[in-house]
């Protein structure tokens, strides 16, 4: 274990406090889902698809943002960046109330991704900072168990508050709970980035930090995997209100399903955890993207005809595909940051950047199709694990050769 710092509060209380950081992305997309079509209507929105960009959107500002705010912590320290993006999200929030139209929203929502990418990225940065190997992956795994309770409690809460209080005191929970996790920081935990490590922020930076990240292809590889892998869980999760609701009419327990769904990639997130450090992240990675290609393999072969089946049989299918991922991502980032420890701040800010561009990007293409089927969400699964399994093989391989 590295370690920059002696220990200042236990493992248990770095794990949670992590995982709320992290956490504080989640909310801002999941709580929002059950009331999409409530704001879509408030800020005007005429094609019920465009709702999909208040979520995606979102991601796209974590993905520009992570490109400046782990590249900033190399040179001013974690927590600072920490605080300058809870003030953007607090900004950004404001604007997003106070919305009247989409174009004023999705600008909200933009900054507020931006805010968000400073505890999401520097977050990994930190953890970098203490941890590596396969006890880095089991500690992202633990956090990530926490981490998902987001998704699996947040639609049910953010349905609750917007029922009874309107969907503007959505964005005002999120206030005070980003609020709570900064001071929190501020109070317990200690900067991990030793002050000989900082680096004089510049272009230089930039363009070093590129080319050192650069210089390591399995963390290339790895990146565009983790871009490939997510893009068709983004489209789910941007399209779920709109798939539950509209094809299926069950938009009153939309949230419960969410939820129910969410808690089984937590249970594979904890399994990981207790299976990482026999098996290793590499096959925690394979041997789940098989799965999830076999599940979507099934699926399109028996609708095909873009017929939807009974929402028991749809809901089974996404089950199993959710909790083949849960293996899959903490891994994924461990193994693309395992060989740049050195650059961590700029190495998370790039992998984060490079990963949400191809995810967004693929989501937005495969949300377009999402109209009366659920079908294009698995023929995404389809392809991008197909073509992840033999970038892992390509890599690998190659890896195996030059040893």
Not at 234 to 240: D, F, G, K, P, Q
Not at 258 to 281: C, D, P
Not at 343 to 369: E, P, R, Y
């Amino acid at each position: 274990m590295a370690s920059t710092e002696n220990h200042k509060i236990s493992q248990f209380e770095f794990i949670s406090l992590m995982a709320s950081l992290m956490m504080l992305a989640s909310l801002s997309i999941d709580a929002l889902l059950p009331s999409l079509d409530e704001i879509g209507k408030a800020i005007n929105i005429s094609n019920p698809k465009d709702n999909q960009l208040l979520i995606t959107i979102v991601i796209l500002g974590l993905g520009l943002g992570q490109l400046v705010s782990g590249a900033l912590s190399d040179s001013i320290g974690r927590k600072p960046v920490m605080y300058i993006g809870c003030l953007l999200f607090i900004i950004a929030s404001f604007i997003c109330i106070f919305a009247t139209n989409l174009e004023i929203m999705l600008i909200g929502r933009l900054l507020q991704g931006v805010g968000l990418s400073a505890p999401r990225s520097v977050s990994t940065a930190i953890i970098r900072d203490k941890y590596d190997g396969n006890l880095m992956a089991k500690v992202m795994s633990y956090i990530t168990v926490i981490f998902i309770l987001a998704p699996v409690m947040a639609p049910t809460l953010g349905k609750l508050i917007s029922d009874n209080f309107g969907w503007e005191s959505i964005f005002y929970s999120q206030l005070i709970f980003g609020i709570t996790v900064s001071i929190w920081l501020w109070l317990r935990q200690p900067e991990t980035l030793k002050k000989e490590d900082k680096k004089k922020i510049n272009l230089a930076l930039f363009v070093d930090g590129t080319k050192a990240f650069c210089k390591h292809p399995e963390s290339i590889i790895y990146t565009i995997i983790s871009g490939l892998i997510t893009a068709p869980f983004l489209a789910y999760m941007s399209a779920s209100q709109q798939i539950f609701s509209q094809q299926y009419n069950l938009g009153e327990v939309y949230p419960y399903i969410f939820s129910a769904l969410a808690l089984g990639v937590g249970i594979a997130t904890f399994l990981n955890g207790l299976l990482v450090m026999k098996y290793g992240m590499l096959r925690m990675v394979i041997v789940p993207m098989i799965a999830t290609l076999c599940v979507s393999i099934i699926y399109i072969f028996l609708y095909s005809t873009g017929t939807n089946p009974s929402s028991i049989v749809f809901i089974l299918f996404v089950a199993l595909i959710l909790f083949s991922i849960g293996f899959i991502f903490g891994n994924l980032n461990a193994l693309a940051m395992e060989p740049i420890g050195h650059i961590a701040g700029i190495g998370a800010s790039i992998i984060g950047f490079l990963s949400t561009i191809i995810s967004v990007s693929i989501a937005i293409i495969i949300g377009q199709f999402i109209d009366y089927s659920s079908l294009p969400i698995f023929i995404g699964f389809g392809i991008c694990t197909a073509i992840s399994l033999v970038m892992i093989y390509r890599i690998e391989n190659t890896q195996t050769k030059n040893i």
